[in-house]
């Protein structure tokens, strides 16, 4: 499979990138610097250079031409201000899955934010972020041409993946580390039967692919 990550410098991406690669998957991400594109190579991945938050879609959709999948894995980051919530979170999001839909990419995975809501309330940079990650969610779900796959994972650690996760519409809030963000992240790309779920993620008891294999058999 071709795979396009956009934000393929983020932490979950990187490590998604390695995954993929590793099983001899064909990887590219989207990046804002050419400075970063070393990273990449260094995971397995082709970096290619595009700035999500001044492109078009047809060049976005240039760059997604001939994939099999694609995964929106951009974030403006915690230390970012709420413009770029907007223009990012929820920006850069609409545009990737309006230039999936243009270059005929189906296959389509967002990494969201469990508590993402258009509708949340608050007037603090978190609250504009969760209304930025829903306002993006329900666009990518109004997308009849994409199977999409939402995942919104707990709180994100940096601790050693465990391979064990709960997987489902409402799992609670949790934790989870990002390596194993990014192993249901690989699983997801390939289970095209998961389309049209939204998926909370935290840490659990399930092998990380018996867990995939149980949601898309709901």
Known sequence: MRIVIAGGHGQIALRLERLLAGRGDEVAGIVRRAEQSDDLRAAGAEPIV?????????????????????VFAAGAGPGS?????????????????????????????????MGADASHKGDEVFDVYLRAKGEADDHVRRQEALDWTILRPGALTDDAGTGLVRLEAHTGRGTVPRDDVAAVLAELVDTSATAGLTL????????????VKSVAGN
């Open 81 to 113: 201000g709420a413009g770029r919530k907007d223009t990012v979170d929820k920006g850069a999001a609409v545009l990737f899955a309006d230039a999936a839909v243009r270059a005929g990419v189906r296959r389509h995975v967002v990494v969201s934010s």
């Open 200 to 211: 909370e993620l935290v840490s659990g008891s399930t092998p990380v692919s018996v867990a």
């Open 50 to 70: 595009l700035d999500l938050e001044s492109a078009s879609v047809e060049e976005v959709a240039e760059r997604l031409r001939g994939a099999d999948a694609a």
